[in-house]
């Protein structure tokens, strides 16, 4: 073939830094915009989907070719934006077709949209999650580049024209040492946007982050508002609770305003999870929120919820769905939540990173506890500063989104990690960064057991409020005798939480006490794990492993098959193991009930 165009058509085949050109600008936590009571444009829907396992989009610039038909090419393309599969967004790509179940790598979505721009107003585009590396080019433009698979980010669309536009997004899952979490994990690594997509349109000035809690105050009668402005602007921002008869201005200087208020708030509580309509102004802009204020905090080796003792009768859950994958609805997150309940549950581990934002709402509604957390999981790079900034990055923007939560009570900064200096230095630094990002609410960790001395030890510690601790006694460990040993041994000074424990089994598999996989096996672990927490005085929380089973492809024996089988309830989230029942029992007796609780209709 002869090209007489002077461009080479094959320089792409010898260009590998090809993927420099699209490192900056990163999209992170200081981009995110505060959506609450704003009207949004929503982009979900049908979205044309291609894979590029070779990496093809970005070295022959998929994203410069306008959608024009084949017939209307004036040369050959290896790619073709309106030939791919239509697809629906949120969505996750392993799920699209039985052939991609596997599918890790680069991922084109592709579609059209129609805007109308008024005068002084700008557009961003905000995208709940897309796991886990995401491009973003709007008219063949490319905008910037987002890292993390579970929060989620905007981008300005500088360039967005009035009539017909075209957004093409490139997402990759590909599992990398040097990410957040690390290449080896124990669960599925869904690939794709799989949370939603919206413009959102704002004033030349608005609010970027708004946040409203009970400051700290004997009485629990004072409150304490922030707001930050785009701009860096000056000026003064109104705040009202229609409810409390509170308006309060908030001087605003350089982008950034605070102020504290005498009010007294009823307090939001798992028994009476009250909330109040709060609305914030700053020149033509406004937000609103449903926020509940309650005081959470640690004395010695109690957790006291607005100054009372609380138990924590918790449950680890991940957000898997055998048919939805990460995807989510309300309608699976409720009934999640109506589990927990029969459960007989007031606390949930999201595990292992941030769930939908949606929980946390309902949460906050229904009257549940949360420990929020990202995926600093197992042996990540810990002395990587790149996998610094992405952990960094994750909680902040976690902090940022669910900071109005009052069911979020704990920031969890990681999870089975070994306790070496690097990882030492690292996650203190976390820490740090979770307090000064939010000192309203507990930070932690789910720890391991200090093996030399086989008690309950982390140098990490120092900077938790509470410890969270993952035993596995009856299950990888035989010898309960272990779990007793350890609990003597152990003054930890300051609350624990058994952030996880189990068994697993196989759903109408029966057996005797220790047939492992059997659902009587998984019971009486249960049994003699409640018997022996329960006897300790610091052990403030019980968190097992885990509500329902769950995919991840590193469990291979015949009775996973792909699936961590430690649910209390099977992967249909409909049959419940014999573990449930022995466990309710137990809550309803620390929650001082005989019944399994109430319903999940608001009070």
């Known amino acids: 073939m002869l090209h007489t165009s002077a461009v080479d058509p094959f320089a792409h085949l010898h260009d590998e830094s090809y993927a420099s050109r699209y490192e900056a600008p990163v999209l992170g936590a200081d981009g995110l915009i505060f959506v609450e009571g704003r009207s949004t444009l929503a982009l979900d829907g049908e979205w044309r989907c291609t894979l590029d396992p070779f990496d093809e989009g970005l070295r022959q610039r998929w994203f410069a070719d306008e959608p024009t038909p084949p017939a209307q090419w004036d040369a050959p393309r290896d790619y073709d934006s309106e030939g791919g599969r239509r697809v629906a967004v949120p969505g996750c790509v392993n799920l699209y077709d039985p052939t991609w179940l596997h599918y890790e790598g680069a991922v084109w979505f592709s579609r059209e949209f129609d805007f109308v721009a008024q005068a002084g107003e700008r557009v961003f585009m905000r995208i709940g999650a897309a796991a886990y590396q995401c491009r973003v080019f709007l008219n063949g433009v490319f905008l910037g580049v987002h890292l993390g698979g579970s929060t989620p980010f905007c981008v300005e669309l500088r360039g967005v024209r ?56 004997p009485g629990h009668n004072r409150l304490r508002f922030d ?59 406004s937000v609103s929120d449903r926020v509940g204020f309650r005081d959470i905090r640690v004395d010695a080796e109690h957790i006291l919820l607005n100054g009372q003792p609380i138990w924590l009768r918790g449950i680890c859950v991940h957000e898997e769905h055998r048919d939805m994958g990460k995807r989510s609805s309300e309608g699976t997150e409720r009934a999640m939540l109506e589990d927990a309940r029969a459960l007989g549950c007031n606390f949930l581990r999201l595990s292992h990173y941030p769930h939908h934002e949606r929980v946390a709402r309902l949460a906050d509604e229904l009257g549940f506890l949360l420990w929020e957390e990202i995926p600093v999981y197992w042996a990540i790079d810990f002395a990587s500063p790149a996998t610094f900034r ?21 920031w969890g900064i990681g999870n089975e990690n070994e306790d070496s200096d690097a990882r030492y230095a690292f996650m203190s630094r976390l820490a740090a960064v979770a307090r000064q990002a939010d000192g309203s609410r507990l930070v932690s960790a789910a720890c391991l057991i200090n093996r030399e001395k086989f008690m309950i030890e982390d140098r990490l510690a120092a900077h938790l409020d509470i410890v969270g601790i ?12 272990g779990l007793s040993t350890l609990l003597g041994n152990s003054r930890p000074g300051k609350p624990v939480v058994i952030t996880e424990t189990g068994a697993e089994a196989v759903a109408g598999l029966r057996g005797g006490r220790r047939d492992l996989f059997s659902e009587d096996c998984q019971a009486d672990i249960y049994r003699e794990q409640i018997e022996r927490i329960g006897k300790a005085p610091y052990v403030k929380g019980l968190c097992p492993w885990i509500l329902y089973d769950f995919r991840s492809e590193r469990r291979q024996t015949g009775y996973q098959s792909g699936y961590n089988r430690k649910g209390l309830i099977a992967e249909d989230r409909r049959t419940r193991k014999a573990a449930f029942d022995v466990l309710a029992a137990f809550y309803r007796d620390r929650a001082g009930v005989s019944h399994e609780g109430r319903g999940l209709t608001p009070p």
């Open 390 to 410: 992405d952990a960094e990055n994750q909680l902040r923007e976690l902090i940022r989104r669910d900071r109005n939560r009052a069911s979020v009570i704990v």
């Open 227 to 285: 707001m930050t402005v785009s701009d860096a602007a000056d000026g003064v921002g109104v705040v009202e609770i229609p409810a409390l008869g509170l308006r309060a201005e908030i001087e605003v200087r350089g982008g950034v305003g605070r102020i504290e208020v005498d009010a007294v708030p009823v307090l939001w509580s798992p028994e009476n999870p009250h909330l109040y309509t709060v609305h914030a102004r700053f020149g033509q802009d």
């Open 162 to 217: 009035n009539g017909r536009n075209r957004l093409q997004i490139q997402v990759d899952n590909s599992r990398q040492a040097g990410r957040v979490p690390m290449h080896h994990i124990d669960w599925f690594n869904y690939g794709g946007i799989y949370r939603e997509v919206s413009l959102v349109k704002v004033p030349h000035v608005f609010i970027a982050d708004f946040g409203a809690t009970l400051a700290a105050s």
């Open 470 to 481: 993952n035993e596995y006694f009856g299950w990888y460990e035989p010898d309960f005798e």
